[in-house]
């Protein structure tokens, strides 16, 4: 099982929400997950390093979605896990 990374409780709630929305921002995720700032950065980074997720810029704000080729296994893992 390659992927047992991704079914990590935290990180299944932040694509949960990513998959309710378009992009969300590093604050609306914090706010709404009720996460710690360095908690989610890490989370993202790993999401981003394992390409499932991608930030953008836009002025001082980073948002977050996921990767359009990414969402139906996305879509899978999170069906699996709820």
Same mark, same amino acid.
Request: hydrophobic share 25%; proline share 3%.
């Given at each position: 099982m390659k992927?047992?990374?991704?079914?990590?409780?935290?990180r299944v709630a932040i694509l949960q929400k990513l998959l309710s929305?378009?992009?969300a921002t590093g604050c609306d995720l914090r706010e709404c997950l009720k996460m710690k700032k360095a908690l989610l950065s890490y989370h993202l980074k790993v999401l !981003? &390093? *394992?390409?499932?997720?991608?930030?953008?810029?836009?002025? !001082? &704000? *980073?948002?977050?979605?996921?990767?359009s080729r990414?969402?139906?296994f996305v879509k899978t893992v999170v069906s699996v896990v709820d």
């Open positions: 992927n047992l990374w991704l079914f990590d409780e935290k929305c378009d992009a !981003r &390093d *394992k390409g499932i997720v991608e930030e953008t810029k836009e002025g !001082r &704000d *980073k948002y977050y979605k996921i990767r990414k969402v139906p």
